[in-house]
C-alpha cells in the first residue's frame, strides 16, 4: 500500500524521480569496479533504458572514460571503440584488460598498443597485459618489437597517472637482456606526481632464471610509499638500501629467488628504522637471510611476522648451531611483542624435530582479510626447554580463545597460566591421558574457561575412550563441564562411547565418516544407542581414513614489484 502510493499520485515509479546527481553517481559508482569485466556492457545497457537515462550518460564523459576494458571491447567494432573513445572527450582515462590474446579479434595485434600510446598523457590508471614470442613476431608501434615498446612508453612523463599495474609473459627468443630493457631509468622519466600505485611483474616457468628490474624511483616518491611487494633477484644489501628511502612503510612482502646471502652479509651497524612497519613477510627464505634481515632492521612493536617457507620433498639442510640460537632468540621476541600488543584470539601450534610452529588462525570473516602472525622456530641440538618455559609459564598466550594442538608432538604445554582464556581446544587423541593426568595433578584448574573440546586421529578405541570419560568427569566436579565434545575429525571410533550418557547437555558432533551428515547428539536425551559405535546393531565397522598426503608445493612463478602510497 504505501509503496505503491507514490506511484498513483505522480503517475512515474520512484526511480524515475531521483535527482540526476544521484543517478550520475550511481552510474558512476558502477564504472570502478576495474575486476568487473561487464562493466562497459552494463553501462552501454543504461544508456538504452530510457530517454532521461541516456542523455545523462551521453553528457558524463567521465563514466565513459573508465569503461576502457579491452578484453571487451576486443570483440565489438571498431567503429563501437572510436564511439567509447568519443564518448570520453578529453577525460582521465581508465585502461585495462590484455593487449593480445590468441583468438580472432577485429583489431589488427597492435591496436591497442597504439591507443596507449596515443593518449598516455590522458591515462589515470593503466592496469594491462602482455604476451608475446620471438622479437620480431609480435610487432607493436611503428614496426618495434613490445620490449621496445614498453621501454619507450615507461620513459615517458606520465602527469595523471594514479594506478599502474602491467604482467607479461614472455616465451621462446626472449633474453634477458632484452627484457631487462622494459625499465628505463628512471622510471617515467621521474616525472609522475600523482602515482600512488605501481607495479611490473612476469609471469612465467618457477625453474627459469627470474628477470631482474630496475627500481629506479625518485627517492621523493619511495618516501611516501605504505606498501612494497618484492618478487624477484636482490640480495640483502640492496634490499636495506630500498628500505632506507620508505621511512612510512606499513606493509612490506618479500619473496626471495636468490642463493643464500648470509655468508656474504656481515651485521649492519646501523639497522634500518622502519617505525611504521606492521606487516612484514617472508617468503622462500633460509633461515639464516632472515635472521640477518630481521637484525638488520627495525620495525613497529608488536609487527606481524609472517615467514612462509614452502615444504620440500627432500630434508633441509642442516643449521649451524649459532644460527638455531640466534633465530630462537629473535624469533621469540618477535612472538612477546606482537601477543603483547595484538588481541590474538585463534592460535595453531606445533611442534616437531625440526620446528615449533607458531601460527595465528586468520579470521576468514573479515575482509579484506587481515595479516596474520606465522613463523617456526627452528630446533637445534641443545636444550629448548626454554623456549617452551618461556612460552607457557607466561601470559604470552593469555588472550587466545581457540587453541590448536593438533600436531603437537610433545608433551603437552600445560601450565596454570597458559591458555587462561581458551574456550576451544582442538587435540590429539593421543593426548588425552596426558590431559587426564595434568587435570588430576593440577593444584589450579587449567583451562578455566573451555567448554568445547574437538578431538583428531585415525581411530578412537577403548584406551582412548576411558581417557574421555575421565577427563569429562574431571571436569564436572570442578563445576566447569565441557558443553561440546566434536568427534567430526575421528577417522573410526571402534568402542562404545554410551558412558557419555551420564553427562546431560554434553552436545557429541559425531563423526563424518560414521554419519552421512553432520549429526549432534545431547547427553541424556533417551538415546545412549548413538554412541555405541563399536555395536554393529547401529554402526557398521568403518575402516579408518588415512591422512592424505599433500602434493609437492608449486613454487611461485610472478617475479617483479609492487608498491602503494
Known sequence: MFASQPFKE???????RLHEEILYMIFLENSTD??????????????????????????????????????????????WVQEVMTRSQNCPLWITGPIHVYRPSPFRQNFFLNLISEHWDRIEILHVSDDWDDPGKNLSVDGQDQAGYWHRLFNRPAPLLKEFAFRYTRRAGLTRRVVQALSPSPLLNGNAPALRMFGIHRNGSASRRPDRFIMDMPS???????????????????????????????????????ASAADSLQWQESPVSLPRLSSLRLEDWE??????????????AGCCLDIFKPPKSNNPLPLHQEV?????????RYIQEYFENRPVKNLFLSYNDQYIEVFEMPSYALRPYPPSFSLSIPNGSEDNSWILQSLFTSRTFANVMAID??????????????????????????????????L?????????????????????????GVALHNILEQRRQISRQISVLDLSQIGGISCNLDGLDEFAGLSVVLPISMSESEERYVCGTGHPELLRFGDPRYYEPVQPRLRRIPRPFARNSTYGWSCRI
Not at 611487494?229 to 612503510?249: C, K, M, V
Request: hydrophobic share 40%; aromatic share 8%.
Open 220 to 258: 621523493s616518491w619511495l618516501s611516501k610509499l605504505r606498501s612494497f611487494t618484492l618478487q624477484q633477484d636482490l640480495d640483502l644489501s640492496q634490499l636495506l638500501g630500498l628500505l632506507r628511502l620508505t621511512p612510512l612503510l606499513e606493509k612490506l612482502k618479500v619473496t626471495r629467488f636468490a
Open 324 to 332: 638455531i640460537t640466534r633465530a630462537q632468540h629473535l624469533f621469540m
Open 405 to 438: 594442538l593438533r600436531d603437537w608432538e610433545k608433551g603437552m604445554p600445560y601450565a596454570p597460566s597458559a591458555f587462561s582464556s581458551a574456550k576451544t581446544l582442538d587435540l590429539r587423541i593421543a593426548d588425552l591421558e596426558p590431559l587426564s593426568k595434568y
Open 34 to 79: 576495474l575486476d568487473d569485466g561487464f562493466r562497459l556492457i552494463h553501462a552501454r545497457s543504461t544508456s538504452q533504458v530510457c530517454q532521461q537515462w541516456r542523455r545523462l550518460l551521453l553528457n558524463s564523459p567521465s563514466i565513459w572514460a573508465r569503461l576502457i576494458d579491452l578484453d571487451d571491447l576486443r570483440e565489438a567494432r571498431p567503429a
Open 440 to 464: 588430576e595433578e593440577a593444584s589450579d584448574p587449567l583451562l578455566p574457561e573451555l567448554h568445547s573440546l574437538k578431538l583428531h586421529g585415525l581411530e578412537l578405541g577403548s584406551e582412548y
Open 10 to 16: 505522480h503517475g512515474r515509479p520512484p526511480i524515475t
Open 287 to 300: 633461515t639464516a637471510d632472515v635472521v640477518i634481515f630481521l637484525e638488520s632492521i627495525s620495525p613497529s
